[in-house]
T-cell receptor, first 109, second 116 residues
Framework: GQSLEQPSEVTAVEGAIVQINCTYQ??????LSWYQQHDGGAPTFLSY????GLEETGRFSSFLSRSDSYGYLLLQELQMKDSASYFC??????????FGAGTRLFVKA | DTEVTQTPKHLVMGMTNKKSLKCEQH?????MYWYKQKAKKPPELMFV???????INESVPSRFSPECPNSSLLNLHLHALQPEDSALYLC???????????????FGPGTRLTVT
C-alpha cells in the first residue's frame, strides 16, 4: 500500500523550533515534498528532498533518510503566520504525488 | 508570473446541472493536475495531463470529465454530481515534464463546489 504518516497536530510558541516528522511507505519513491496550506488557501510548495540529507531554505529545513523511509520538516524562529497545515508528500514518479494526512501547526504567542 | 488561476471561486450546482471549472497557468508548465480536497483532509489526485495528453486518471467517476485544450488551460466538466462530490477542487501545474527530478507543484486557489 501507499501511506505517509505524520502527527495530526503540533503546538509551539512563537520564536521556538518545531519538527514535523513523516514516515512513508510508497512504491516507486523518488522524493519527499513538503507543502504548507493556510485555512482557506491553496497548498504552497516548501521543499523537496530527493537525496538523503538536509535541505535548508531560510527558516525552513527538510531532511530525508531513504534507508529509514523517514523525513522531517524543521521550522525555526516560529512566527504566528506559520500556523497552518503542513503536508508531506511522496513523489512516486510519473507525475503522481501522494499526500500525507497533514499536520496542523498551532503557534502560540 | 508564477500564478495558477481558477474560476469560479465558488460554485453551487444541483445534481442535474452541467458546469465546468477552469484553470489557467502561464508559466510554461507542461504538466497540469486536478485534485479534490475535502475539509481537513489532504489533496487527492484526480487527473494529470502531460503535454496536453491525459497521463493519469485515478479511477475518477465519469461524471467528472477533464479537458486540456492547450498547454495553458485545463477544464473539469461536471455532470450529474452527487452531494458527496462537494469539496475544494484544486488545479496545479508543474514544470517537470519527464516524471523525475525536483517535483514542485504550483496550486491555484481552488473552486469550492457545493452540490445540492
Amino acid at each position: 500500500g501507499q501511506s505517509l504518516e505524520q502527527p495530526s497536530e503540533v503546538t509551539a510558541v512563537e520564536g521556538a523550533i518545531v519538527q514535523i516528522n513523516c514516515t512513508y511507505q510508497t512504491s516507486g519513491f523518488y522524493g519527499l515534498s513538503w507543502y504548507q496550506q493556510h485555512d482557506g488557501g491553496a497548498p504552497t510548495f516548501l521543499s523537496y528532498n530527493a537525496l538523503d540529507g538536509l535541505e535548508e531554505t531560510g527558516r525552513f529545513s527538510s531532511f530525508l533518510s531513504r534507508s529509514d523511509s523517514y523525513g522531517y520538516l524543521l521550522l525555526q524562529e516560529l512566527q504566528m503566520k506559520d500556523s497552518a497545515s503542513y503536508f508531506c508528500a511522496s513523489f512516486t514518479g510519473g507525475f503522481k504525488t501522494i499526500f500525507g494526512a497533514g499536520t496542523r501547526l498551532f503557534v502560540k504567542a | 508570473d508564477t500564478e495558477v488561476t481558477q474560476t469560479p471561486k465558488h460554485l453551487v450546482m444541483g445534481m442535474t446541472n452541467k458546469k465546468s471549472l477552469k484553470c489557467e497557468q502561464h508559466m510554461g508548465h507542461r504538466a497540469m493536475y486536478w485534485y479534490k480536497q475535502k475539509a481537513k483532509k489532504p489533496p487527492e489526485l484526480m487527473f494529470v495531463y502531460s503535454y496536453e495528453k491525459l497521463s493519469i486518471n485515478e479511477s475518477v467517476p465519469s461524471r467528472f470529465s477533464p479537458e486540456c485544450p492547450n498547454s495553458s488551460l485545463l477544464n473539469l466538466h461536471l455532470h450529474a454530481l452527487q452531494p458527496e462530490d462537494s469539496a475544494l477542487y484544486l488545479c496545479a501545474s508543474s514544470q517537470e515534464s519527464t516524471g523525475t527530478g525536483v517535483h514542485e507543484q504550483y496550486f491555484g486557489p481552488g473552486t469550492r463546489l457545493t452540490v445540492t
